[in-house]
């Protein structure tokens, strides 16, 4: 995840997200803060519905949900408050929160929509041209405003110093000069005035090349002006898992042919070995070796079977483990989507390709799917489509019965794929 977006309401939570969403951010709004998160998103949205709290409780509500984020081992997200245009709610104590949860010095608040007629002119919201305190939102029955200067909305509920930049230093081309010269003071907060798209779009260049990434405090306007690299991860870049679970001849020509070409490299699994009390170790090796390939970006397939007379060999399996042929490919499918769920967890992919079909149920199984949801189709009888309520839920997934499709089936569903991602 590359950022992560604090709003203290539900529609504000969503008219800020879909700023992110349009660029082709995968984002996640999130009704509560302990609210199941995919693995896929790009950008988490938290809706912590603190406007009308009392101060204490909205600065807590900010900081419970951030906590888990800045005390992580693993590198910070951006920080974005997403605030009310029109600075109703606990905007002070809201953003001093973030502050002293996050660590930063430095906080940048561009509360224009200019779109919306919603700008910051010396340091006053105003609202299509009219300052804010002579506007309906003074008398919001549940968060009046009492001022239009957005630095005394502020200092009302924080002791944190507050500073103005002009229209003027906001347009220098010199503005994060000015912000380095603020910073270095002590922690501070920076109202940016703003009027135009462009004005918001300088605001967000500077914060990108401050030493430090600053809490990014702002309404929708802001959110759509930030450079879209900053918070996308590259979509073509994203390989594809094969599960190769089936024993037919037309399986095995199309895996052999995608390698032949290039288009992955494989993993074999050793069936017996699946079945032995070796298990656990030869499910490491696969997981660790798929995801090897994959973290390289490399489309990977994991084949149950290379040779034409492994399925000659069941018989013999199953008599030399007690089972029947229903109950080894039952323990076989299992394993193999455990393998894919570790696989999934450590990795990022770009979609699966699920060929056989008691493999793809014990896969869609191990991830929790409740259906699944078709979209396209990449070829007669073999559909692509999400899972659905499952812990990939937004990641393609091509499906295939064993026997179908021609040689080159596999090497056009990748295709597909990657040509999808590219679309967006």
């Not at 998103?41 to 800045?70: G, I, K, M, Y």
């Not at 041209?129 to 549940?142: G, K, M, N, Q, Y």
């Not at 397939?301 to 490919?329: C, H, M, P, V």
Request: proline share 4%; hydrophobic share 45%.
């Amino acid at each position: 995840m590359k950022m992560i977006v604090i709003a203290d309401d539900f529609t504000g939570a969503n008219d800020t997200g879909v700023q992110l969403a349009k660029k082709g951010a995968r984002t996640d709004v999130l009704l509560r803060s302990d609210g199941a998160i995919s693995r896929h998103a790009d950008v988490l949205v938290v809706n912590t519905e603190s406007r009308a709290l009392p101060a204490e409780w909205a600065a807590e509500a900010v900081s419970q949900a951030l906590r888990a984020w800045c005390q992580s081992e693993q590198t910070v997200p951006i920080i974005y408050k997403k605030i009310d245009s029109t600075f109703r709610g606990n905007i002070g104590a809201e953003i001093t929160a973030a502050m002293q949860v996050s660590g930063k010095r430095l906080a940048l608040i561009a509360g224009a929509i200019p779109a919306a007629g919603r700008i910051t002119r010396n340091g006053e919201c105003l609202v299509n041209h009219v300052p804010l305190l002579e506007t309906e939102f003074a008398s919001d029955p549940r968060t009046p405003i009492v001022s239009s200067r957005i630095a005394t909305l502020i200092g009302l509920q924080s002791a944190l110093p507050v500073y103005e930049c002009s229209l003027e230093q906001v347009r220098s081309g010199a503005l994060a000069d000015r912000l380095i010269q603020i910073a270095g003071k002590e922690r501070a907060l920076i109202v940016l005035d703003a009027e135009q798209e462009s004005d918001l779009q300088a605001i967000a260049l500077a914060a990108f090349q401050l030493p430090e990434v600053p809490l990014l405090v702002g309404a929708a306007g802001l959110a759509n002006a930030l450079p879209a690299e900053r918070y996308l991860t590259p979509l073509q870049q994203l390989p594809v898992l094969v599960i190769a679970g089936s024993m037919s001849e037309a399986t095995r020509r199309q895996v052999e042919q995608a390698q032949r070409q290039g288009r992955l490299d494989v993993v074999d699994a050793d069936v017996e070995c699946l079945l032995s009390p070796q298990a656990d170790a030869h499910s490491a090796h696969i997981i660790e070796a798929a995801c090897e390939i994959l973290l390289r970006q490399r489309h990977c397939a994991i084949r149950t079977s290379r040779r034409a007379d492994d399925r000659n060999n069941i018989e013999a399996l199953a008599a030399r483990y007690a089972l029947d042929r229903e109950e080894l490919g039952a323990r076989l499918s299992q394993r193999i989507g455990d393998i894919t769920l570790a696989i999934l967890e450590r990795t990022r992919t770009g979609g699966l390709f699920l060929t056989g079909g008691d493999m793809a149920t014990a896969v869609a199984n191990a991830l929790g799917a409740e259906g699944y949801r078709i979209q396209r189709e990449v070829a007669p009888c073999i559909p692509c489509g999400t899972f659905i309520n499952s812990e990939i839920d937004d990641l393609p997934v091509i499906t295939k019965a064993g026997g179908f499709g021609s040689d080159n089936t596999l090497c056009d569903a990748l295709y597909f794929i990657e040509e999808m991602y590219r679309g967006q």
